[in-house]
């Protein structure tokens, strides 16, 4: 059974630090592992979705790389700022399913001005 | 943009009433689902479905219903709310996987957060 953890639960990091979130699956046989964003009481905003037979892909500050035989994915955020504070999850599609996402609980970020 | 609407932002109601949470998704998407979000649990998946009147069950399916009776609409539906089921509902539209496309993200809706009295 696919399983997805993200550790920590919450990181408090100074503004302008770069940092790494990340997100660890058991089972290599995905389709392709998302990231998302959620804001307190707000819906989750796509950030980056990364092909299984990709290694990584890019969006202005963000780089989310997948290494899917060691089952693991991080997101890198370079030069943070106050408003990345935000709830980031990952979730990894199913070889096996055309719309089963199975979900990291998230890790809470806080940019300290 | 792709466009997923949730009907109320704030939802409260007491235990044993009828729940309604509506979504509608402007995007012509075949898939719809519903979510229930809770604190250290990630999203569970209640309910799919990949075309009207089509429905799945998903891994959190017990005490609720859904119904798609239009292509932009999926309602989920608590039949005698309890307070297990205080929760934020998330609603989600995607185009379905075709072949090997990889172009069927999943789009959100702000959320319904449902406290249940």
């Known amino acids: 059974k696919q399983e997805v953890t993200q550790i920590p639960a919450a990181l408090s990091v100074p503004e302008g630090e770069n940092l790494v979130l990340n997100c660890s699956f058991t089972?290599?046989?995905?389709?392709?592992l998302q990231w998302f964003r959620q804001d307190p009481g707000k819906g989750l905003t796509s950030l980056l979705l990364?092909?299984?037979s990709q290694r990584e892909q890019t969006s202005g500050r963000l780089n989310a790389s997948l290494d899917k035989s060691s089952g693991r994915s991080t997101l890198y955020i370079a030069a943070s700022q106050p408003g990345d504070s935000a709830t980031y999850l990952c979730?990894?599609?199913?070889?096996?399913?055309?719309?089963?996402?199975?979900w990291g609980a998230g890790t809470k970020l806080i940019i300290k001005p | 943009d792709v466009k997923v609407t949730q009907s109320s932002r704030y939802l409260v109601k007491r235990t044993g009433e009828k729940v309604f949470l509506e979504c509608v998704q402007d995007?012509?998407?075949?898939?719809m689902f519903w979510y229930r979000q809770d604190p250290g649990l990630g999203l569970r998946l209640i309910y799919f479905?990949?075309?009207?009147?089509?429905?799945e069950k998903g891994d959190i399916p017990e005490g609720y219903s859904v119904s798609r009776e239009k292509k932009e609409r999926f309602s989920l539906i608590l039949e005698s709310a309890s307070t297990n089921q205080t929760s934020m509902y998330l609603c989600?539209?995607?185009?379905?996987?075709?072949?090997?496309?990889?172009?069927?993200?999943?789009?959100f809706g702000p959320g319904t957060r449902l406290t249940v009295l």
């Open positions: 989600a539209s995607s185009r379905p996987r075709t072949g090997r496309s990889p172009y069927n993200e999943q789009f």
């Open positions: 990364i092909q299984s």
């Open positions: 089972d290599s046989a995905i389709y392709n």
């Open positions: 979730a990894v599609r199913r070889l096996d399913s055309n719309y089963q996402l199975i």
């Open positions: 995007m012509d998407h075949e898939n």
């Open positions: 479905s990949y075309d009207v009147k089509m429905k």
